[in-house]
C-alpha cells in the first residue's frame, strides 16, 4: 500500500508563491494517477488538480488554472504543486491522494490520502 506524505505548506502573503510536495513510501507511485484537493475551514473538500499516472496529462480546476501547476517525478515517487500568484482564497489545507489507473475529480474516488498540510495566505 502507498502511504502519502505532504509538505511544503506555510504562510505566504497575497501574490507570493509556494511549492507542495506528495512524497510516497511503500510502493511505486508509477501506476496510480494522483491528484490535489483542499479543504478550508467550514467548507467541503475541493479537487484543484489531477495528473495522469505518466504525467502527460492535468487537470486543473477553474479557479487555479494558469496559477498552478500539477507535475511528478516517478523515479522521485512524488508529486508536487507549484502554487504561484497566491490569493487568500487559496487558503485551505491542501492534502494529496492517489486512485489506481485513471485521475478523477470527486474525492470520493480517491482511496489513499495524505496527513494534509496547511496553505495560509494572507492578504
Known amino acids: 500500500q502507498v502511504q502519502l506524505v505532504e509538505s511544503g505548506g506555510g504562510l505566504v502573503q497575497a501574490g507570493g508563491s509556494l511549492r507542495l510536495s506528495c512524497a510516497a513510501s511503500?510502493?511505486?507511485?508509477?501506476?496510480?494517477?494522483m491528484a490535489w484537493f483542499r479543504q478550508a475551514p467550514g467548507k467541503e473538500r475541493e479537487f484543484v488538480s489531477a495528473i495522469s499516472t505518466s504525467g502527460g496529462n492535468t487537470y486543473y480546476t477553474d479557479s487555479v488554472k494558469g496559477r498552478f501547476t500539477i507535475s511528478r517525478d516517478n523515479a522521485k515517487n512524488t508529486m508536487y504543486l507549484q502554487m504561484n500568484s497566491l490569493k487568500p482564497e487559496d487558503t485551505a489545507v491542501y492534502y494529496c491522494?492517489?486512485?489506481?489507473?485513471?485521475?478523477?475529480?470527486?474525492?470520493?474516488?480517491?482511496?489513499?490520502w495524505g496527513q494534509g498540510t496547511q496553505v495560509t495566505v494572507s492578504s
Open positions: 491522494a492517489a486512485k489506481s489507473d485513471y485521475w478523477a475529480t470527486k474525492s470520493y474516488e480517491y482511496n489513499i
Open positions: 511503500g510502493r511505486s507511485i508509477s501506476s496510480y494517477a
